[in-house]
């Protein structure tokens, strides 16, 4: 089957595309100044009907509207660990670069959705040299994490060029990458890609998915590329009600990231981000979830159950204990 040919950036195209309804048309109008929104010809295949797995977690929904008192708009506080723009250091011995705020799904229930747009907010040259800059300048810190936004929608020369500066740091032992691409957007993995990803130093490539159904057929060829291209496959997930929060859900989604060589990482709680309520699953669900998974699984398949503390104190892991 043809792939749809474009991806789907605005609420009217999302309604000639039959994934809203008239009705909603005004109300997501007026949302989508807030939360970018970006559905791409591989995620629009993927999607059977507007609230099943994939649909739930890329169609903006009007309750993003609502904000809940508990939620914040800088949930994983990011903000006081920004030593320069597009770094945040929060552990010792690693920390993020941001280099793009630009993302090729815009998760419903990301946290950062309320900062990232479609034109990238890419860091220009100057703040991309005071960035590098500053790992140079941090012998202690050892492993750079590039997340985004998402640094596979950057272009292969730019991301070559970010990759080489990094390894070049005789400190830099460890690069990671946070990516949906992969899966969202396995076009993306294109042989020049691939090229500025084949490093000398050791590349984790963390690749976010929340449901098997989110797998299509380009995602497999990509996925194996990658691997071959020396990179080590991890995944992250957020635990979603409607999309992950069954025995089923979660048990597919595991042994379909091990049929595609990625070792489960961690399992997120949703971050409490404003307008993202209807995604919240209670923690003593979840950990019943998690009690009724295990044994049924590889011990491979198994991911660590976290939450980002608010107020900055990184990610604690909720269980369950026995
Ligand atoms: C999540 C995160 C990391 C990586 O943490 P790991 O537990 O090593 O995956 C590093 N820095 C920041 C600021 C983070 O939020």
Known sequence: MALPQKTLRDATSLLEAGLITAEALPALSALQS??????????????????????????????????QPHELADPTADAPFTPIKGVVHRYPDRALLKPLLACPVYCRFCFRREHVGPDGGLL???????ALGWF?????????????GDPLMLSPRRLAHILG???????????????????AEPSRITPELLAALRLETPLYLCVHANHAQEFGPAAGPALRALHGAGLVLLGQSVLLAGVNDSLAALEGLLRTMLAHRIKPYYLHALDAAPGTARFAVPDARALELLRSLRGRVSGLAWPVFVRETAGGAGKRPLGPAW
């Open 34 to 67: 807030r939360y970018a929104v970006a559905l791409t010809p591989e995620v629009q295949a993927r999607i059977t009907a507007p609230e099943d797995p994939v649909g739930r977690q890329y169609i903006p929904h009007a309750d993003e509207a609502l904000s």
């Open 136 to 148: 140079a300048a941090h012998p202690a810190v050892g492993e750079v994490i590039l997340t985004g």
């Open 124 to 130: 220009n040259e100057a703040e991309l040299e005071a």
């Open 165 to 183: 500066r990094l390894a070049a740091l005789p400190h830099i032992h460890t690069l990671r990458i946070h990516s949906r691409v992969p899966v």
